[in-house]
């Protein structure tokens, strides 16, 4: 939606599927039936005095104001790139680890903001599964390349991430102590992401327990794969229409491309250069010499920056890979992103 990072749609993402049908759908209900919410309030005064443990379970899980709901909807769909890269299991996991991890630090946290400043917030910190999401900001920070879209006021710029941004910083302010749950969701973030005091190894899900949601309920969220026709907005006029479709035509054919001559050298051929760039057609013809390239007659390839290269290999995929889709992509990184993601 407002991160160009992956396929639109939530294809291979079934876990986010759910995240977004499920307790949105329950947040609405709640709003029609008010004299249900009491069960799901986030009470952590409750929790000290009277033991209820089942509201850190049913107080972090819905939202009961509508906002809050929205905004975590819209996050959870930009950062479900995250499952399509890690996987349901791994994503899973981060999510619970981070929701476990954040319950910890909203007790230290509430404790603090009343010994040193006087500040009660037990019973005031909002529903929902929001510190999971917050955390979420910690990989996208770290991994996700941040790409130039467009120059404001000189200096300021627009980047792919900075609507994603914007949408965080509205749910942090849209209530009174809401910060002490994003804090503590950024903090569960660093902690897991960074695998602070071997959390990996505790806070998962087994393969036993994912092999079982696997088949079960993965149909049900699961969702098939968009089609390659792009969005045009309404209001375009015929020009814009053209060259947006031109643009999407000439990114598949890229595409399509990259992939034949990825697949030739998982067969063990060599990549045939000269029909990823027209450019090359007309320069000398290559020969070929026990499987080698001759290095007097051979093409000089492509220059692919060092910088992008490691922004690729920082987000898990291998220089090889990295240097093809680069190269493929006349080194566009957010195209080279698209493909990695998407294969």
Not at 112 to 129: D, V
Not at 224 to 233: C, D, K, L, N, Q
Request: with cysteine; aromatic share 12%; net charge positive.
């Amino acid at each position: 939606m407002f991160c160009s990072t992956g396929s639109s749609g939530l294809y291979k993402a079934p876990l986010s599927k759910s995240l977004l049908l499920v307790p949105s759908s329950l947040s609405l209900l709640l709003a029609l039936l008010p004299h249900c919410q009491r069960f799901f309030l986030y009470d952590l005064q409750a929790v000290k005095d009277d033991f209820q443990i089942w509201r850190l379970i049913c107080g972090r899980i819905i939202c009961l104001d509508l906002k809050d709901t929205f905004c975590s909807s819209l996050l959870i769909y930009n950062f479900r790139i995250f499952e399509r890269r890690y996987g349901s299991r791994k994503f899973a996991s981060f999510l619970l680890g981070s929701w476990v991890l954040s319950a910890l630090i909203d007790l230290i946290l509430v404790e603090t903001a009343w010994y040193c400043f006087g500040i009660s917030a037990s019973r005031n910190l909002p529903s929902g599964f929001l510190a999971p999401v917050f955390a979420l900001f910690v990989p996208f920070y770290c991994s996700i390349p941040r790409v130039q879209v467009a120059h404001i006021l000189g200096p300021l710029s627009i980047t792919n991430k900075t609507l994603i941004y914007i949408l965080g910083l509205q749910l942090f302010t849209s209530g009174s102590y809401i910060w002490i749950v994003a804090i503590s969701g950024l903090i569960s973030g660093i902690c897991y992401n960074g695998n602070i005091l071997q959390v990996h190894q505790v806070l998962y899900i087994p393969s036993w327990i994912a092999k079982f949601f696997s088949w079960t309920l993965e149909p049900i969220f699961s969702s098939s794969e968009p089609t390659t026709e792009a969005r045009i907005g309404m209001g375009a006029t015929v020009d814009i229409q053209r060259q947006q479709r031109m643009e999407v035509l000439d990114r598949q054919l890229m595409l399509s491309q990259f992939t034949q001559a990825r697949r030739q050298r998982q067969q063990g051929g060599m990549i045939n250069w000269n029909r990823l760039f027209p450019p090359l057609r007309q320069r000398q013809n290559v020969n070929y010499r026990d499987g080698q390239q001759s290095e007097q007659q051979a093409s000089p390839p492509l220059e692919v920056s060092e910088e992008q290269v490691a922004r690729l290999m920082e987000m898990g995929f291998s220089r090889g890979d990295a240097l093809e889709a680069l190269r493929a992509s006349n080194n566009d990184l957010n195209v080279a992103t698209n493909f990695l993601l998407q294969h």
